[in-house]
């Protein structure tokens, strides 16, 4: 196959799986962001977390929100737990690697602040232990995931929120995840910041 197959590949299976997600994943993403919109409005935060490219995807998540994403308003109240290199290498030193988003959590999560969990295979120890942790601390969990959902999917309760990109390729349900990121902010920024109809000249 030469490289401009591959590149041409890459795009169609891409579209490919966005097409499909479109198919599944509006109803979840819609619920997600209302209660992330609700938990920012109550003064609660919201917390991300999760490895490699994932952990990009949770501290992109809370760039978007803390700054702006493409709407003039004030900061909102996210955090992820991926950026502190000093707290995850100390975490991970004294104690484990699982325990380097639970024990921030345990720490940083009150009762109203939801974490949004990434984890491509929904298998990542530390993912799922931080999705305990937030149960612990009276939050809900929004779960980024693709494949089966993995066990972060059971660890799920009824009141918490799976958004499950229907693919098997980690690159592909990664794209995916950007994409509901961007959903996500921008549905928030519409929910908050947007002037209702009947106001607008």
Do not use: W
Not at 10 to 31: G, N, R, T
Not at 135 to 141: A, T
Not at 150 to 178: F, N, S, Y
Request: hydrophobic residues 45%.
């Amino acid at each position: 196959m030469s490289a401009a197959d591959s590149i041409r590949r890459h795009f169609e299976d891409s579209i490919a799986v966005k097409q499909a997600s479109l198919a599944v994943l509006v109803s979840p993403i819609a619920a997600a962001a209302g209660l992330l919109a609700t938990t920012l409005r109550s003064g609660s935060k919201i917390l991300s977390c999760g490895n490699g490219g994932s952990a990009g995807d949770a501290q992109h998540f809370a760039a978007e929100l803390l700054n702006r994403f493409e709407m003039e308003r004030p900061g909102l109240a996210a955090l992820a737990l991926s950026t502190d290199t000093s707290t995850l290498t100390s975490i991970a030193n004294d104690y484990s690697y699982e325990q380097v988003f639970s024990k921030q959590l345990t720490a940083l999560g009150r009762t109203g602040d939801v974490l949004l969990a990434i984890s491509t295979s929904g298998n990542s120890a530390n993912v799922i232990a931080a999705v305990h942790a937030a149960h612990e601390r009276g939050m809900r969990v929004i779960g980024l995931t693709g494949r089966d959902g993995g066990k972060l999917a059971c660890a799920l309760r009824d009141d918490d929120i799976e958004i499950r990109v229907p693919a098997q390729r980690t690159a592909r349900i990664q794209e995916v995840h950007l994409v509901v990121i961007h959903c996500l902010c921008d549905t928030i920024d519409q929910a908050l910041f947007a002037a209702p109809a009947h106001s607008r000249p």
